[in-house]
C-alpha cells in the first residue's frame, strides 16, 4: 500500500482531525526534550482518543510493517520519542481523562494525563499521588510509566512502578489487554503488568493505567544546608541515609547553584560548592527532630550554615530552586543530560570521578542528584554552533556512562534508555541479559514496529 493510501486508511478510521501530514505541525511532535537523536521525517502524526483508536492505528501499522513512535508530552530527556523516518507518530496529548475511585484509593488515567493532573484529583480527594519528577507540571503519566520515572520524593515514597497496579495496553497486533485492576495485591500468574513499566513503548502502547494512592502526608518542614567542599556534601548524605529517611535530599552543586540563582535571583549561595535540600513529612513533632538530627550531622560533616523553617512557602521556594535546575543550566547552552545512578556507598566515587572528566574534557558539567538514592543528573554544557565543543561533550557523556558502569551503576535510573543510551546498554546488562530482552520483545512486536532502535537495536 502507498503511503497516501495509508494515511487514507488512519483518517477513515480515526476521529476527525486525528491524522495530519503537516510537516510544520508533525516537527513540533517529532522529538522529545533532549539534544539527540536529531529526528527523522514521519510518515503521519495521529492522536487517538480513546484505546479502540490505538487499536486501529496499530493494525494499521502491523499489517504496512510500519514503525510507531509513541509519544506522551515530549518532556523525556533520552530521545525515546524522537521520530524516525518513516514513522508514525502516536501521540497520547488527546487521551487526558483521569477518574479517582477513593474508597479504593486509586486513580484510573489516560496516558496523556499529566502527572500535575493526576496529583490535583487526588489532592481533591484527600489522597496523594507520590512519584514526583522535577517536570510534574507538564509531564505525562503514560511517559512516567514508560520510563518508570522517580522524582524528588522517590528516597522515601518509590517510583512509579510502586504505584502501578494496572493497566490496559494496546500490543503491536492491536490486540487491547487489561491487566492488574484496583487490586493491592495480585499475585495470579507472572507479573505482566510490572513488564511494561520502563518498556518504553517497545512491547505496547499504554492506554489507561491503575495507580495507588496514599493518604496526604503532612506538610513539610525544611532544611537547606550549603558546604564549601563538595566531599562534604556527600559525606553527609551517607551519614543521613545511615539512620534517617527524608522525605526529600536532594543535591546541587556549585554551577547549578549559580545558574538557578542567575534565573532566579532568589539570593542562593554563589560560594558554596554544594547545597543539600531536605524535607522532613513526619507527623507532629517528629518532623522537627528529624531534621534537628540532620542538622547536626550536616554541621559534623563540614556544612558552612544551615537554614530550617517549617514555613510551607520558604520549603517550597527551596524545592522550587532544584526544580528549575535543568531549564536554568539549558539557559547556560545546549545540553546533553545523564541519568546515572549508583548505590550510596559509590555516590562519592562517581561525584569525584564525574568533576574529573569535566577538568580533563574541558566540558562544563553541572550536577545534581536524588542524592538519597544515589541517582545523579550530570548536565553537560556545549555550544552547539562548535563541533569541537560537541565532541568534547559527547566524549565526556560516554566517560560517565563508563565510569557509571564501572562502579557497578545504571546507566538510567529513571529517565530511560531511548535512543540516546542505548548503544550502552548491553555493556551494563551483559549479553545474556540483552538476548533476552530481544526474545521478549520479539515475541510481543514480531514485526519490530514499536519505537524502533530504542532499548535494544
Not at 319 to 329: F, I, L, S, W
Request: hydrophobic share 45%.
Amino acid at each position: 500500500m502507498t503511503e497516501p493510501a495509508v494515511v487514507a486508511d488512519l483518517t477513515a478510521l480515526l476521529p476527525a482531525g486525528a491524522v495530519t501530514v503537516d510537516p510544520e505541525v508533525m516537527a513540533a511532535f517529532s522529538r522529545d526534550h533532549s539534544e539527540r537523536p536529531l529526528p527523522g521525517m514521519p510518515l503521519a502524526l495521529v492522536r487517538p482518543a480513546s484505546t479502540a483508536d490505538v487499536q486501529a492505528v496499530l493494525r494499521v501499522a502491523s499489517t504496512h510493517t510500519i514503525p510507531v513512535v509513541v509519544r506522551g508530552a515530549g518532556s523525556g530527556l533520552s530521545g525515546g520519542s524522537t521520530a524516525v523516518d518513516g514513522c508514525l507518530i502516536l501521540s497520547v496529548d488527546r487521551m487526558r481523562e483521569v477518574r479517582v475511585d477513593a474508597a479504593a484509593r486509586v486513580v484510573h488515567a489516560q496516558p496523556g494525563a499529566l502527572n500535575a493532573e493526576v496529583k490535583a484529583a487526588a489532592a481533591a480527594q484527600g489522597l496523594w499521588y507520590p512519584p514526583d519528577p522535577a517536570s510534574y507540571e507538564f509531564c505525562s503519566i503514560g511517559g512516567n510509566v514508560a520510563t518508570n520515572a522517580g522524582g524528588l520524593c522517590c528516597v522515601k515514597y518509590g517510583v512509579t512502578t510502586d504505584y502501578v497496579l494496572g493497566m490496559t495496553v494496546v500490543l503491536a497486533d492491536g490486540r487491547a489487554l487489561t491487566l492488574g485492576g484496583d487490586r493491592v495485591k495480585d499475585a495470579a500468574g507472572l507479573s505482566l503488568t510490572k513488564l511494561f513499566v520502563g518498556s518504553e513503548g517497545t512491547l505496547g502502547v499504554i492506554t489507561e493505567v491503575t495507580l495507588r494512592l496514599i493518604p496526604a502526608p503532612e506538610r513539610p518542614a525544611s532544611l537547606v544546608a550549603t558546604f564549601a567542599e563538595v566531599d562534604a556534601a556527600v559525606q553527609a548524605v551517607l551519614q543521613i541515609s545511615a539512620s534517617l529517611r527524608p522525605a526529600m535530599l536532594e543535591f546541587m552543586d556549585r554551577t547549578t547553584i549559580g545558574a538557578v540563582e542567575d534565573l532566579t535571583h532568589m539570593g542562593l549561595d554563589r560560594d558554596a560548592a554544594a547545597m543539600l535540600i531536605v524535607q522532613s513529612d513526619a507527623p507532629g513533632d517528629q518532623a522537627a527532630a528529624e531534621l534537628n538530627r540532620i542538622e547536626r550531622i550536616c554541621l559534623d560533616a563540614g556544612a558552612t550554615e544551615c537554614v530550617l523553617t517549617d514555613d510551607p512557602d520558604d520549603g517550597e521556594a527551596f524545592v522550587a530552586a532544584r526544580r528549575m535546575a535543568v531549564p536554568a543550566v539549558e539557559m547556560k547552552g545546549s545540553m546533553l543530560l545523564e541519568d546515572a545512578g549508583v548505590a550510596l556507598p559509590r555516590l562519592g566515587d562517581l561525584v569525584r570521578g564525574i568533576q574529573r572528566i569535566s577538568s580533563d574534557r574541558g566540558v562544563v558539567i553541572a550536577l545534581i542528584a536524588h542524592a538519597g538514592d544515589g541517582n545523579t543528573h550530570p548536565m553537560l554544557v556545549f555550544d552547539r554552533a562548535d563541533p569541537d565543543s560537541f565532541a568534547r561533550a559527547q566524549q565526556a557523556f560516554d566517560d560517565i556512562m563508563a565510569l557509571t558502569i564501572s562502579l557497578g551503576g545504571t546507566i538510567s535510573g529513571e529517565h530511560g534508555i531511548g535512543r540516546l543510551k542505548q548503544p550502552w546498554l548491553e555493556r551494563q546488562l551483559g549479553q545474556d541479559a540483552m538476548a533476552l530482552t530481544q526474545t521478549i520483545k520479539a515475541a510481543l512486536d514480531p514485526r519490530g514496529i514499536l519505537n524502533p532502535g530504542v532499548i535494544v537495536r
